[in-house]
């Protein structure tokens, strides 16, 4: 059962390295491939390109049988921006993926959304009327409870302080790491009167920042007192995403705004373990014995979904049904190219 935590010591077991996940996922969060040639990394330099470039080398998709669903036996899928906006549906998606799953493709739903657990997001599939195997999700709470397992976190017998939402708690619920923080700090206000502190607890020894609608500033500055008093605490974030979409209506600021909180006041870099880290297509490729080059992954953000892709050796579609505009795919600016665009994955079958 996916939801069980010995499922955790599987996945991990075929994850990359402590040192080597750290080191790939702290270098993406220090120079994002997006901002500029002059800050990349060998592996995103040899990716940029001028607008004419990438118009000459990404291509909208166009007879999809033949240049996509004839090379891909496994699509890995975005969630917000790709299944959903929101809370809303998009138009097409019941039937194009049941148009996949009768050609025999394999698919799994992979959301940098930290705010539910795979319990709540297998829920969230349900209410819209998506029948989706429980073992087909994966979260970013879950890749930072996975981290966590990997680095032997529990035998340390220090906490965890949560800037985040249920999902994470439950999560960790699932591998017995105390917490604290989290949901439970909502209405809390420091003393800030005269003389006034906060106490933090010096058990701490992780920070997970994740996507919170009820942040403030009880949260940071307990966040940045165990960052920067507590020896060797972690600074671990589920994502950096800028904007998100918390409604059909517009976007929203995301992930990115709170790490940055924690990052400005603790002048520390986070490890990152949402996409683009490698751990949970490590564990897909590895555990089941999947071709990476049969793989595509499908999503919304050139910085997360398609350079998740591109830096793990699958094909790459993105979608301008999320964050991502043509123009901005094709600016100069930007340094990451997809294998091709469209509008949404219901151009995956020719009407």
Known sequence: ???????????????????????RATARTVAPA???????????TSRTFRSTALQANVGKLTNPQENLLDKVDVFIFDCDGVIWRGDSLIDGIPETLAKLRAAGKRMFFVTNNSTKSRAGYKQKFDSLGLDIPAEEIFSSSFAAAAYLEQTKFKESGKKVYIIGEVGICEELDLIDVPWVG?????????????????????????????????????????AQLCINQNPGCEFIATNLDAVTHLTDAQKWAGNGSMVGAIRGCTGKEPTVVGKPSPLMIDYLADKLKLDKSRMCMVGDRLDTDILFGTDNGLKTVLVFSGVTTKEKLLSEENTIAPDFYSNTINDFFES
Do not use: C, E, W
């Open 1 to 23: 059962m996916i939801f069980k935590s010995s499922l955790l010591a599987t996945i991990l077991a075929s994850a990359t390295s402590v040192s080597g996940f750290s080191s």
């Open 34 to 44: 997006f901002i500029s040639s002059a800050t990349t990394t060998p592996a995103t």
């Open 182 to 222: 989290g949901p439970d700090d909502n209405d809390k206000v420091p003393d800030m009167g005269p003389g006034g502190k906060l106490d933090h607890d010096k058990d701490i020894g992780a920070v997970i920042v994740g996507f919170d609608r009820t942040v403030n500033y009880y949260k940071i500055q307990t």
